[in-house]
């Protein structure tokens, strides 16, 4: 099955600056990656998602970039603020076998005023 | 409803009780699903509905865990015989379809057992 692997686990940057989160996946079937944002206390949100006909697709401060040779995917914000602190969860989901989104392991994000 | 609706929204229970969690998904919404979140970690798959299709069961870690959904609507996660490792965030989430479309979670059931 699928397996989706995130990095880093945490991550200190200072407000204003870039912040990279990189996942990835095992399974070439995989067409749907998703990023989740979790607030404490509430359930994940989406903020981005991108499919596998495209390579990069961007909204306002936060931009995705897929590279299915590869098999990585990465969220990338730029001009951080200190409401973008949370934790940050990829997924993948392929058309075949399990449909359901498979979750790497999340990453925490800390971005100091 | 608006959204995705989950209860309750916590629960404490007895080790080696029963317990029943509920989700109410969005209107329309033929996928569903349910996934485990302990402390600090990440997202565990558990079961997997769409449609009338037969359901994905292949995340339930044990015989224990059992869920139901009639039709396009509400579904029912329930742990027989609770255990403290049970312990977790219980998250639902619904989608317009399976596949490449949007999930939207609910606020999850905080389940402590004691």
């Known amino acids: 099955g699928e397996n989706v692997e995130q990095h880093p686990s945490t991550l200190s940057v200072q407000e204003g600056d870039s912040a990279v989160i990189k996942c990835t996946y095992s399974?070439?079937?995989?067409?749907?990656f998703p990023w989740y944002k979790q607030e404490l206390g509430k359930g994940p949100q989406l903020i981005i998602d991108?499919?596998?006909?495209?390579g990069e697709k961007k909204d306002q401060r936060i931009a995705v970039t897929l590279n299915k040779t590869a098999k990585h995917f990465s969220l990338h914000i730029t001009e951080t603020q200190p409401e973008d602190s949370a934790v940050y969860f990829c997924?993948?989901?392929?058309?075949?076998?399990?449909?359901?989104?498979?979750f790497g392991s999340g990453t925490r994000l800390q971005v100091q005023p | 409803g608006a959204g995705v609706s989950q209860s309750p929204s916590n629960k404490v229970t007895e080790k080696g009780k029963d317990v029943e969690l509920r989700c109410d998904p969005i209107?329309?919404?033929?996928?569903l699903y349910w996934y485990r979140q302990r402390l600090g970690q990440g997202l565990e798959f558990l079961i997997y509905?769409?449609?009338?299709?037969?359901?994905?069961k292949s995340g339930l870690p044990s015989d224990r865990f059992s869920a139901e959904r009639t039709g396009e609507s509400v579904s029912t996660l329930t742990i027989q015989r609770t255990q403290q490792e049970d312990s977790a965030v219980y998250l639902c989430?619904?989608?317009?379809?399976?596949?490449?479309?949007?999930?939207?979670f609910g606020q999850g059931t905080r389940l402590t057992v004691v």
């Open positions: 989430a619904s989608s317009l379809s399976g596949g490449g479309t949007e999930a939207f």
């Open positions: 399974d070439s079937a995989s067409n749907y």
């Open positions: 991108i499919r596998s006909n495209v």
């Open positions: 997924a993948a989901r392929g058309d075949t076998g399990r449909r359901a989104l498979t």
């Open positions: 209107s329309g919404h033929t996928a």
């Open positions: 509905f769409q449609g009338n299709s037969a359901p994905d």
